[in-house]
């Protein structure tokens, strides 16, 4: 199953509510998740199940979806929150991540 | 404190062996699938294998299927992986992740620091 995000790299501003989408190839009902990764760390699970916020996620993230149509929306952006940011599938295997969104400061 | 701590990357030549290692701590191991995740330079993230709480569920990536092989020692809080026939693309960044769910297969909550894999003639 591949996943596609998109865009591939965003610019936005501090406050601003940005949108990234994850298409996959085939259905995969809720099986997906999204991480964010800062240079030279690990990734971070943001949500699981494709909407379910995991604890300690500041509520400005969320996301949403089924089958194969997802979004990560951040309703307004931080300074802490310029990253790099996957979706992730874990409806069958092979297990595959999206190319990532780098999000950048404008 | 949960926490993974990877070990056992370094350098080889093509079609050498590595033994990678996660040591767990702060959960009950025996109660998670675990997973490799590898990132090379500058790139995104791979989805290695997988292996299940009590390692009745083994899945690989088509990329490393055949070459690697995942295992667990539930007595030791450790995760392995045995790479074999290494080729340059395998250089990479090698994360041990745990699952999220209690005996089921789920997103990955808690990651390593990671382990550099580097192959190289």
């Known amino acids: 199953i591949q996943l596609t995000q998109s865009p591939s790299f965003l610019s936005a501003s501090v406050g601003d509510r940005v949108t990234i989408t994850c298409r996959a190839s085939?259905?995969?009902?809720?099986?997906l998740a999204w991480y964010q990764q800062k240079p030279g760390k690990a990734p971070k699970l943001l949500i699981s199940?494709?909407?379910n916020l995991q604890s300690g996620v500041p509520s400005r993230f969320s996301g949403s979806g089924f089958g194969t149509e997802f979004t990560l929306a951040i309703s307004s952006l931080q300074p802490e929150d310029f990253a790099t940011y996957y979706c992730?599938?874990?409806?069958?295997?092979?297990?595959?991540f999206g190319q990532g969104t780098k999000l950048g400061i404008k | 404190e949960v926490q993974l701590v990877e070990s056992g990357g370094g350098s080889v030549q093509p079609g050498g062996s590595l033994r990678l290692s996660c040591a767990a701590s702060?959960?009950?191991?025996?109660?998670?699938?675990m997973h490799w995740v590898r990132q090379a330079p500058g790139k995104g993230l791979e989805w290695v294998a997988s292996?299940?709480?009590?390692?009745?569920?083994?899945g690989y990536a088509d990329s490393v299927a055949g070459r690697f092989t995942i295992s667990r020692d539930n007595a030791k809080n450790s995760l392995y992986l045995q790479m074999n026939s290494l080729r340059p693309d395998d250089m990479a960044l090698y994360y041990c992740?745990?699952?999220?769910?209690?005996?089921?297969?789920?997103?990955?909550?808690?990651w390593g620091q990671g382990t550099m894999v580097t192959v190289s003639s």
């Open positions: 992740a745990k699952d999220m769910a209690v005996s089921q297969w789920g997103a990955f909550d808690i």
């Open positions: 702060g959960f009950t191991f025996d109660d998670y699938a």
């Open positions: 292996i299940s709480w009590s390692s009745g569920g083994i």
């Open positions: 085939q259905g995969i009902d809720n099986y």
């Open positions: 199940a494709a909407s």
């Open positions: 992730h599938q874990l409806n069958s295997y092979p297990y595959t």
